[in-house]
């Protein structure tokens, strides 16, 4: 049975302060074969890597992303947050993260979650696919949402880039709507994964990737279950779980 692959979520997001160069690097050190990372978009329509719409939790900034530009916003500290040995980590631009995966020796895949289910950035889908055009990265890249209608103006505009829709939960429509929307993978919880949609799925030709996915038994659980992929805070230690065993009932 195929393992599941393993994608840092937020990067190494359990260990370093998430959606960090530092937390990436760490997931890649630990063996991941991707990342996961989330993207709003600043007032000077610049595609930066933060999760939520506003600073205040994970930088010494206060405020939404889009009331600043990335040249006030990379004044902010945002590792402090996590840890004070982090002072110097900055938010990322998309643009840093594509340069740092062209380096060499770097093979990461990379999932971009357009963060525009709250906020509805005009333009994002356009700004992240030229980036990726300029960078060459098209078929490393797995872009996501939970706006499906977003989803469904990235492949009128992309016909061929992975597109993955996010659901929370146990939707009844879910395979319909990936359909619909031109997906090609479910990004679910564990939940999800091991309910009747699981075939559904799997016959609609969707492959499941998972999130968020912390514990070695549940990775486990998911690698019989035959999902393609699992995303996690832990890349280090989910990495180390043998997932060839018969299982019982582990939860
Ligand atoms: O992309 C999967 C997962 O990251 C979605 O939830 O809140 O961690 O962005 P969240
Ligand atoms: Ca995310």
Redesign the pocket.
């Known amino acids: 049975m195929p393992v599941p692959l393993i994608f840092g979520?937020?990067g190494a997001s359990g260990a370093f302060p998430e959606n960090t160069m530092i937390a990436f690097e760490e997931a890649r050190n630990a063996g991941a074969a991707g990342i996961?990372l989330?993207v709003q978009l600043t007032k000077d329509g610049q595609a930066v890597v933060i999760?939520d719409e506003t600073l205040q939790r994970t930088t010494n900034g206060t405020g939404e992303v889009q009331d600043f530009t990335l040249a006030q916003l990379k004044k902010l500290d945002a590792g402090s947050w996590f840890a004070t040995t982090y002072s110097q980590e900055r938010i990322p631009s998309l643009e840093e993260v594509l340069q740092w995966m062209n380096r060499d020796g770097n093979n990461l895949r990379l999932?971009i979650?357009l963060k525009n289910d709250i906020i509805p950035y005009d333009g994002l889908e356009e700004k992240v696919l030229a980036l990726i055009a300029a960078y060459d990265a098209e078929e490393r890249i797995i872009l996501?949402s939970f706006n499906p209608d977003s989803l469904k103006r990235v492949r009128m505009l992309n016909p061929t880039i992975e597109i993955g829709y996010?659901i929370a939960g146990v939707p009844d429509l879910a395979v319909e709507t990936a359909i619909r929307i031109g997906a090609d993978a479910i990004?679910c919880q564990t939940e999800y994964a091991l309910s009747r949609y699981a075939g559904k799925a799997g016959q609609a030709g969707l492959p499941l990737r998972i999130?968020?996915v912390n514990r070695p038994d549940v990775l486990m659980r998911l690698s019989e279950a035959g999902v393609d992929t699992v995303?996690t805070d832990e890349p280090g230690l989910l990495k180390g779980v043998p997932v060839h065993h018969t299982i019982r009932k582990l939860f």
Do not use: G, I, W
Request: proline share 0%.
């Open positions: 979520h937020r996961e989330d999760h999932n979650e996501s996010l990004h999130y968020t995303m």
